[in-house]
């Protein structure tokens, strides 16, 4: 449409000029999106995947500038971007907002504390910049819909980078020309691919687009030059990854009440107690509910899994055989509920699933509803989980839930939040003081919370 492919600069003189923080929903959530990213990378400090990344960039070298979280070690960087992005994302436990479909935090966190790092930036500034960054990845997951999401595309990657390239453009106070050269270098080096779910990958993505986003930023300060328009015309971003003409929708989704509400608060980010896809929250709760009955799990002849169409997309292991895929496997957390087994971290790590849980996930099925009419209330919106157990006596069990626990229609508290971190951080001297240093944030030093990390 002719006169509105101009996003690339419209979007960046939108994420300059406003501040955020002024509206105090924002503010809360975003410190809370601190928190919670802090623990989930926290509790994946010690993961595989992570030490193998300690020692690629060991062998790699370079300038150590940046904190790694919870190593007590530096690096530069774009390393530690990559490295922090793939710790925050390596459990599944880190936040999730319904409109981007992914993880915003685990991108745009570790590439706006790697561009931080050894300068000297105020605890607003990073607030301003992070709650942006949101907004501009929930943005562009508005713009694209279900399309590239269905199409196989990880948006946690595909949408993470350039949007963590907005934010660290306004986090270092870039022009709109710099900004929209940074997004245009973000903008070519867009991917990640959903068959990765359940693998080492899956999470590496979140700390590639992270390092994307620090190395676009790096690049367009010396002056290296790409498209100005990288979001725009029908070779441009938002054309190829989204598959469709852009249009006025288009606009209006990356444009329109820019600054009215901040999307970090409405409808805001999910923030998990169980690490494992948010797209099986709710079965997990409708599970936890049926397995108050402690029914004998030798006697139930078959369980249905029913989702609206496409409700299970990224749940992609029907059939998993560790717990790494089981962190997508409906069927895998309905199975630990049902035999009254925790959600704990060691249960969905590179291991064999036990026996007993492979032999009753072999009585459940996957259906779908097209007609079922969700609660009005339901988040995301249209979407449901009902699990149906048929006992062998013919007696039926059913429950549905539509809003989980942990979701913005029943978030978690302060205090579980502050729990999680509990739960996660190695020094406990610290315990008290991340949380409290982030209570104040605004008003002090991003120094003073990158001390403690």
């Known amino acids: 449409m002719e006169g509105l492919t101009v996003f690339t600069e419209m979007l960046a003189a ?10 105090k929903a924002a503010l809360r959530e975003a410190k809370r999106g601190i928190l ?3 623990a989930s990378a926290l509790a994946g400090r010690e993961d595989a995947g992570v030490l193998k990344l300690l020692h690629a960039i060991e062998a790699e070298g370079g300038h150590p500038v940046a904190a790694l979280i919870g190593q007590n070690k530096r690096a530069n960087r ?4 990559l490295v922090n992005g793939f ?20 991108v745009i966190l570790p590439a706006l504390f790697a561009l931080a790092a050894g300068r000297e930036i105020s605890g607003k500034q990073f607030l301003d910049a992070y709650i942006i960054g949101v907004e501009v990845m929930a943005r562009l997951g508005q713009a694209f819909g279900t399309i590239s999401y269905l199409q196989g595309w990880h948006n946690t990657s595909l949408l993470g980078g350039v949007a963590a390239t907005f934010a660290g453009a306004r986090l270092l106070g870039f022009t709109v020309a710099e900004t929209q050269n940074a997004v245009g270098i973000a903008a070519s080096q867009a991917a990640g691919l959903r068959v990765q779910f359940g693998t080492e990958m899956k999470p590496l993505h979140a700390g ?16 290296f030059l790409g498209s100005a328009a990288a979001l725009d015309t029908t070779s441009g971003y938002l054309a190829a990854y989204g598959g469709q003409e852009i249009s006025e929708a288009t606009r209006k989704a990356l ?3 820019w600054g009215d509400s901040w999307r970090i608060a409405t409808p805001g980010l999910w923030f998990k107690r169980f690490p494992f896809c948010s797209a099986a929250l709710h079965g997990a709760d409708a599970a936890r509910q049926l397995a108050k009955l402690q029914l004998p799990v030798e006697n139930i002849a078959n369980i249905a899994i029913i989702f609206p169409p496409d409700g299970d997309a990224a749940l992609i292991h029907k059939h998993p055989v560790t717990g790494e895929q089981g962190r997508f496997s409906i069927e895998y957390v309905v199975a630990l509920a049902l035999l009254g087994q925790a959600y704990t971290l060691e249960k ?13 996930m072999k009585v459940m099925s996957r259906k779908y509803d097209v007609h079922h009419l969700p609660d009005s209330q339901a988040i995301p919106k249209g979407r449901f989980t009902i699990i149906r157990i048929a006992m062998a006596d013919g007696t039926v069990h059913t429950r549905e839930v539509s809003v989980p626990i942990g979701s913005p229609g ?10 999680k971190w509990q739960d996660a951080a190695p020094d406990k001297n610290n315990l008290e003081k991340v949380p409290a240093t982030i209570r104040v944030l605004e008003k002090s030093s991003l120094n003073d919370l990158m001390a403690l990390l």
């Open 14 to 23: 939108e994420v300059l000029k406003t501040t955020p923080t002024k509206n």
């Open 36 to 38: 919670d990213y802090l």
């Open 78 to 81: 774009r390393q530690a971007a």
């Open 87 to 106: 710790m925050g994302h390596a459990l599944d436990y880190d936040d999730v907002h319904s409109d981007v479909r992914g993880h915003p935090s685990s």
């Open 208 to 223: 590639l687009a992270a390092q994307q986003a620090v190395q676009s930023i790096e690049l367009t300060q010396q002056g």
């Open 255 to 257: 444009l329109e009440n």
């Open 348 to 360: 969905f790590e590179a291991k064999a699933i036990s026996d007993q849980a492979q032999q009753l």
């Open 410 to 419: 029943m978030p978690l508290t302060d205090a579980e939040l502050e729990a």
